[in-house]
């Protein structure tokens, strides 16, 4: 990594040192983080209408109903984006919320992600809050079964549902070295699964297992919910708001930025995209940070975290 001494600021100055001043007196601080806090740890995304996986829209993948009519399929598609983040290593902007966590008693971050990074890079459970659930958390399908497992990063979760590979170079004179085959490509033929070999419930023996993600049409987890409404209650006065690779402008996520500014939260907006602003817009005395998250969050949280020039092995 760059040292301190050679790197160049990847913010203005100007707005460097005002941001700073302010975090350095902040006591309560919330953070809104979406997918573009993760964009430097290369994961495929399937965001939106139009995103494929295979010839399915990836969205229509993600609700109950499909993994009622097709439960492999489903399976298939959530074996590999687990695989897929697996594989993928936390950047810098996920160690450093993570730092200024541990520095910061009063301060929660709320991430829309359920990529498993921001867990995998050490950041505290208690002050990490995931709207959408995680990839590596399953749950019994079964109507009257609670059985719920986290963090739970076996990869494949079942054997059945392991990444096909085939041989790379079948001339060569050396071992043969094993290919995985890319089966988010329509190409690569997938495996035809039964029920039998999906995973079961534990606990009721019954059911099967199911991603612990929030699918289309599906209430956002309460007790998730409840703790960030407490927290936000509980505040009398909220001094920070950063909002980090999301555009905040659909709700509930939108609600937190209003939540915060009635608190007197000042906002401070880091993204690739300049019109990417909440739906509240920017204020006089807010920031806009335009960049990648994983350059930019280091260098404006580095008075109250230190330096991070280096990732520590993530967790898994």
């Known amino acids: 990594m760059v040292s301190a001494a050679a790197r160049t600021p990847v913010v203005p100055q100007a707005d460097l040192e005002s941001f700073q001043a302010h975090l350095n007196q902040s006591t309560r601080i919330l953070a809104l983080v979406g997918a573009g806090l993760s964009a430097a740890s290369g994961l495929p995304t ?31 598609f959530y074996s590999y984006r687990r695989h897929m983040a697996l594989k993928a290593k936390p950047n810098l902007a996920h160690y450093a919320l993570a730092e200024l966590a541990r520095k910061k008693e009063g301060f929660l971050t709320l991430s829309q992600n359920v990529d498993g990074l921001s867990p995998r890079a050490q950041h505290p459970a208690g002050q990490l809050k995931l709207l959408h659930g995680s990839l590596f958390d399953v749950k019994c399908s079964g109507f009257f079964c609670d059985h719920v497992e986290r963090n739970n990063y076996i990869d494949p979760i079942v054997p059945a549902l392991e990444i096909p590979t085939d ?24 495996p035809e699964i039964d029920l039998d070999h999906l995973p079961l419930c534990p606990k009721c023996m019954k059911g099967l297992l199911r991603p612990g993600v929030v699918w289309f049409g599906e209430m956002l987890p309460r007790d998730v919910m409840r703790d960030i409404s407490d927290w936000i209650k509980a505040a009398e006065q909220i001094d920070l708001i950063m909002v980090i690779g ?9 609600g937190y930025v209003d939540a915060a500014r009635s608190k007197g939260a000042r906002v401070a907006v880091i993204n690739m995209d300049r019109n990417d602003e909440p739906a509240s817009g920017l204020y006089k005395g807010d920031w806009f940070f335009e960049g990648d998250a994983a350059q930019i969050m280091p260098e404006i949280l580095r008075s109250v975290i230190g330096e991070i020039t280096e990732m520590p092995d993530a967790a898994a």
């Open 246 to 254: 999301t555009s905040a402008k659909v709700y509930p996520a939108a």
């Open 167 to 190: 041989e790379s170079d079948p001339t060569t004179t050396e071992a043969v070295q094993a290919r995985e085959l890319d089966i988010s490509d329509h190409k690569v033929p997938l």
């Open 46 to 76: 399937f965001r939106g209408a139009g995103g494929l996986w295979r010839t399915h829209e990836a969205t229509q993948l993600a609700t109950p109903e499909a993994f009622g009519r097709d439960p492999a399929l489903v399976w298939q």
